[in-house]
T-cell receptor, first 110, second 114 residues
């Protein structure tokens, strides 16, 4: 059974800092890994998708990495902004079924 | 890229009524769709797997008579929460396997039962 852990559960940083969110998983036989953003009371926004054969993906200030051998993924956010404040979820997909972590709630202070 | 449209995004209903949530693949055919639920301050959990033309497969602990899933076409799956109660208030999201062997998520539905 896939288990997904996200550390830290909450993070507060001043504006402008670079930061790393962590996601670890127990079963490396994954199809893909996806990072989402969830704003309070809102839906999910897909940020980055890494296929099993890939090691990283980049979009703007975001960079996600995948290391299946160690069962880890990181989401790097550069030059954080208050608008980045949200809960960030990672999800591991095997053959269809996705397992989500509990999320990291990020607060970027102006 | 593949797009999954989920409606409504937010819904408020009275206790005892039923609510239908639609998950539609816009530019591909999805033989299989998945429904997830998120309890407050918890992670998203798989509720059921919806297969076109056949009965859905429910995860352990999910009441199939309460959460009716219909996947009548290759582009549409619906989740109906029957006789909704306040404890059914949650965030529901669907995903579908697209033609390119990827999995695409809808944006989710926030249900509030009053």
């Amino acid at each position: 059974k896939q288990e997904v852990t996200q550390i830290p559960a909450a993070l507060s940083v001043p504006e402008g800092e670079n930061l790393v969110l962590n996601c670890s998983f127990t079963d490396s036989a994954i199809y893909n890994l996806q990072w989402f953003r969830q704003d309070p009371g809102k839906g999910l926004t897909s940020l980055l998708l890494i296929q099993s054969s890939q090691r990283e993906q980049t979009s703007g200030r975001l960079n996600a990495s995948l290391d299946k051998s160690s069962g880890r993924s990181t989401l790097y956010i550069a030059a954080s902004q208050p608008g980045d404040s949200a809960t960030y979820l990672c999800a591991l997909t095997t053959t269809g079924k996705s397992t989500f972590g509990d999320g990291t709630t990020l607060t970027v202070k102006p | 890229g593949a797009v999954v449209s989920q409606h409504p995004s937010r819904v408020i209903c009275k206790s005892g009524t039923s609510v239908k949530i639609e998950c539609r693949s816009l530019d591909f055919q999805a033989t299989t769709m998945f429904w997830y639920r998120q309890f407050p301050k918890q992670s998203l959990m798989l509720m059921a797997t919806s297969n076109e033309g056949s009965k859905a497969t429910y995860e352990q602990g999910v009441e199939k008579d309460k959460f009716l899933i219909n996947h009548a076409s290759l582009t549409l799956s619906t989740l109906t929460v029957t006789s909704a109660h306040p404890e059914d208030s949650s965030f529901y999201i669907c995903s579908a396997r697209d033609d390119g062997d990827g999995y695409t998520f809808g944006s989710g539905t926030r249900l509030t039962v009053v």
